[in-house]
């Protein structure tokens, strides 16, 4: 069955940086568009950030541009997330997605693209 296994998430403070990763299994990897998606206690899931099957497009959501990026390396199957500047603003589960397209350039930036979920990782930035 396709799995999504983050790793990376923790406790930091204010202005650091952490680097997430997500290992995908069970799917054809470049098949897939891959996502990060957060969620704050008492808040919708909302989209951070994607990247097309190709590598080719990526789509940032507004909060994190210029501090978050996102890379994808198809022979390892594995999805990365490097978050800098980190702010309290950014705690929250942060959770892998990859949902299947048809277009190489096409990004998962909506819920609804979404075909499968990782269980989430837990990042919290202290002030």
């Known amino acids: 069955q396709v799995q999504l296994v983050e790793s990376g998430g923790g406790l930091v403070q204010a202005g650091d940086s952490l680097r997430l990763s997500c290992a995908a299994s069970?799917?054809?990897?470049?098949?897939?568009?891959l996502g990060w998606f957060c969620q704050a206690p008492g808040k919708e899931r909302e989209f951070v950030v994607g990247?097309?099957?190709?590598?080719?497009?990526?789509e940032y959501a507004e909060f994190v541009k210029g501090r978050f990026t996102i890379s994808r390396d198809n022979a390892k199957n594995t999805v990365y997330l490097q978050l800098n500047i980190l702010k309290p603003e950014d705690t929250a589960v942060y959770y892998c997605?990859?949902?299947?397209?048809?277009?190489?350039?096409?990004?998962?930036?909506?819920?609804?693209?979404?075909?499968?979920w990782g269980q989430g990782t837990q990042v919290t930035v202290s002030s």
């Open positions: 990247v097309s099957r190709s590598g080719g497009s990526k």
């Open positions: 997605a990859a949902g299947r397209t048809s277009n190489s350039l096409v990004v998962i930036s909506t819920i609804g693209l979404v075909d499968y």
């Open positions: 069970g799917l054809t990897f470049s098949s897939y568009s």
